[in-house]
């Protein structure tokens, strides 16, 4: 019987090398705050750069100046007096990533708002939620939703939570910490929907997030991945090899610019 602890302790100490859980080495976190707008909701995105960023820590991107989404085409720039990018006053975003890890999840937002899907009556969970922003939409739009990442990113979660769900909606979202291989069996199986934006691009963490999804998928499930295709990470060998195994894939949406795919995921 010792056998499977010995290697649940092997696994988390595999995590631990891919996804480090020592505060210390972000001790330079900062925060940023962005505005966005789909299907007629306004959200207000705090991002804790550093410890809290979440899965997407390790690969921080530059992104263009601070801007609001309103939907339906490319994001555009915040009027001067309405900016929505806050920083440190000692600190200047044109040094620092901004939100490393949204431009997936605005294009998840974005086609959530093109399809108009209703998330109503459905359960719904999000694997690497990061900023929420994805969950957090799907709850204003109907869902009993879980979102889930990694224990130190569930502060920045809280924070944006309480700034964009209604009291009265507050019910219906829950944040859980969800390490990917090692604890999903303390999630149930059979979720409607499973949501994961920019989740796909550490190759040791690809047989962990199958085995999730594996459990918490059912015959009706539904999945939706936004991802940036990287060569570099072997994100398309997932979609095109590893997920197909298991799963069907289909391309629903791709932005060439961007580099952005978005695929609907069900089980064979």
Not at 167 to 185: F, K, N, P, T, V
């Amino acid at each position: 019987m010792a056998a499977p602890r010995r290697a649940h302790v092997e696994g988390a100490e595999a995590l631990d090398a891919v996804f480090p859980r020592d505060v210390a080495l972000f001790a330079d976190a900062f925060p940023a705050e962005a505005r966005y707008h789909f299907c007629g909701y306004g959200l207000r995105i705090a991002q804790h750069h550093g410890s809290r960023l979440g899965v997407a820590a390790p690969v921080w991107e530059a992104l263009p100046p601070p801007s609001v989404h309103r939907g339906r085409g490319r994001p555009r720039a915040v009027p001067k007096g309405t900016a929505s990018l806050v920083f440190p006053s000692d600190m200047s975003p044109s040094t620092h990533a901004t939100l490393s890890s949204m431009p997936q999840a605005l294009a998840l937002c974005q086609y959530f708002e093109e399809q108009q899907l209703d998330f109503r009556g459905k359960q719904v969970i999000e694997l690497g939620a990061g900023t929420g922003i994805v969950g957090i939409l799907a709850t204003l739009l109907g869902g009993d939703v879980t979102l889930t990442d990694l224990p130190l990113t569930l502060e920045q979660l809280r924070e944006n939570v309480a700034r964009n769900v209604p009291a009265e909606h507050m019910a219906r979202a829950h944040i859980r910490a969800l390490s990917w291989g090692l604890d999903h069996e303390q999630f149930p199986s059979g979720y409607d929907v499973i949501l994961g934006a920019d989740i796909i691009y550490l190759r040791d963490t690809y047989p962990l997030l199958l085995r999730t999804l594996q459990h918490l998928s059912g015959p009706s499930s539904t999945i939706y991945l936004a991802s940036k295709m990287r060569q570099e990470h072997g994100t398309a060998e997932f979609f095109e090899t590893l997920l197909p195994r298991h799963f069907a894939c289909e391309l629903v949406q791709r932005d060439e610019q961007e580099n952005i795919s978005i695929y609907r995921v069900t089980r064979r």
